[in-house]
């Protein structure tokens, strides 16, 4: 009798913890916690502002109030309350979670503690550490501490060496994965990218003007290549590098402002949440610019979404203070690859598309690519001195040798630009200076204008095919930069080289 007591209330419970299906809107796999109908005056103690998944079965979720960690296989929170307090930005490396709460930044050890107590806290000078990033490789965290600073944070020390200060107030950061690029978006209407050195020090790299909005998101892919960056109503995913655009996504007529966004673990697709009264949760397939699916279910505002490590799983969380977990729909297949040796050469293309299809599939290949990238280093002496040879030979008394100088220029593109505008080369003859000029008209009516980021040629071929080795990795490819780095100390690829080299892991 009691064996059969015990297991009815087993079986009540069960039907609590993982609602039935028909008690989930459209597309939704489980349900944390009840939902509420949000305040019509503003944020709740319960509503959620932070989700990160821990594991494919443990779920970090946080609110106005402070956090706890689900059990998605039992639907059940693993804590009995809540813990901390508010909780407006979270990340993690491999061995903690961070959190940024009121004047405070908290660690939690390990990732999946029992407790989710913090083992270690630092002050803030900002009421709500909402710019928050970690990287991790280089256990290195930055996070808002002041009107227009970031702290930067050595975890492997738990001290904080530095400080980053910025034209305008953080909103959001985020950090590549081995913590050299750092990406900031600004109340002034700005997303900022800068150059970290393993000292702290920060170099810009370029500025993109977004609409300004209190409410920012942004995020990198796990391998670098791609940010994406949400203010008001659009999304703009570009290329880390240059910031070249990849693909705009455009909320449609009605729908709120995105609040939060979210790359799958391959980098294939982008998930965006919005604000009410009618919330939607979209997925973008990153390659088409298409949309995937839509979810509806919530009510109020969203205010974060996450993937699940295997990309099977997106989980959703807003001011109506539940968590829905959906089915995360499957990507569509990349475009034809192309091999390593072509990559090589389109590896400068201004067209951020062309680009991120060339360095993806360098990064199919890493042995060959690692290969490629390194005859590709030592060619591009020769690529100089060619280019330099054909300027010098516009001068020449033959016209069969000028036109084949005119025609290698042109179709070196971007690269022979770079050396036709170097304001310290050797000036021609009046006809030779006419014919350079004859030349970069060309150039400009073929569309092969100088970006704005001024980085462009050989200097964004370096830029590019550093960054690949560093996510590739390695014996190999660290002898490469070690090669590169040798180079001509004012050369763009030598300072690339160095930078990659000052954070390399000792495991790689």
């Not at 106005?64 to 508010?86: E, H």
């Not at 204008?449 to 040629?457: C, D, F, K, N, V």
């Not at 080795?469 to 014996?475: A, D, P, Y």
Request: proline share 5%.
């Amino acid at each position: 009798m009691r064996l059969s007591i015990a297991i009815c209330l087993l079986a009540a419970c069960t039907v609590v913890a993982a609602p039935q299906k028909d008690d989930l809107p459209n597309g939704a796999v489980g349900r944390l916690g009840t939902a509420v109908t949000p305040a019509k005056d503003g944020p709740t103690v319960g509503d959620v502002t932070a989700l990160l998944f821990l594991g494919d079965n443990t779920l970090f979720v946080g609110t106005n109030g402070g956090w706890k960690t689900w059990d998605l296989q039992k639907r059940q929170p693993r804590q009995a309350s809540l813990i901390g307090g508010p909780t407006f930005a979270v990340a993690r490396d491999a061995h903690r979670v961070l959190v940024g709460s009121a004047h405070k930044l908290h660690s939690i050890e390990p990732v999946e503690s029992a407790m989710a107590e913090p083992a270690q806290s630092w002050d803030a000078a900002s009421a709500e550490v909402r710019a928050l990033a970690v990287s991790g490789g280089s256990q290195r965290v930055v996070y808002t501490n002041g009107d227009r600073t970031l702290a930067l944070l050595d975890l492997k020390q738990g001290s904080t060496p530095g400080k980053i200060e910025i034209p305008a107030a953080p909103l959001a950061a985020a950090l590549t994965a081995n913590g050299r690029i750092l990406a900031v978006v600004t109340r002034d209407g700005a997303a900022r990218i800068y150059s970290l050195t393993a000292n702290g020090n920060v170099e810009p790299l370029w500025l993109k003007r977004i609409a300004r909005s209190e409410r920012t998101a942004l995020q990198f892919t796990t391998d670098g290549r791609l940010l994406a960056v949400a203010s008001a109503g659009r999304v703009m995913v570009m290329e880390s590098s240059t910031g070249r655009p990849l693909v705009n996504l455009e909320r449609k007529f009605g729908e709120g402002d995105v609040r939060a966004l979210a790359f799958s673990p391959d980098g294939r697709m982008l998930a965006v949440v919005s604000a009410g009264p009618d919330p939607v949760v979209r997925v973008w397939a990153i390659n088409t610019g298409s949309e995937l699916i839509t979810f509806n279910g919530h009510r109020g505002d969203l205010n974060s979404v996450a993937f699940a490590p295997d990309g099977r799983t997106l989980a959703t969380g807003g001011s109506d203070q539940v968590v829905y977990l959906w089915r995360a729909p499957a990507p569509p297949a990349d475009g034809k690859s192309i091999s390593a040796a072509d990559a090589w050469d389109t590896l400068d293309a201004l067209e951020a598309v062309d680009a991120h299809r060339a360095t993806g599939a360098l990064l199919e290949d890493p042995k060959t690519a690692v290969e490629a990238i390194g005859t590709g280093f030592r060619n591009m002496v020769g690529e100089r001195a060619k280019i330099k040879r054909w300027i010098a030979e516009l001068d020449h008394d033959e016209f069969r040798v000028r036109e084949t100088a005119r025609r290698g220029l042109i179709k070196a593109g971007l690269r022979a630009a770079a050396a036709l505008n170097d304001p310290d080369r050797k000036k021609l003859q009046a006809e030779g200076e006419q014919r350079v000029r004859v030349i970069l008209e060309a150039m400009e009516a073929q569309g092969l204008r100088i970006p704005e980021s001024g980085l462009y040629g050989e200097d964004l071929r370096s830029v590019r095919a550093v960054r690949a080795l560093e996510q590739i990795g390695g014996k190999d490819a660290r002898e490469v930069l070690v090669e590169a780095a040798r180079g001509p100390k004012d050369g763009r690829l030598a300072k690339e080289a160095k930078a990659a080299l000052e954070v390399w892991p000792n495991d790689r």
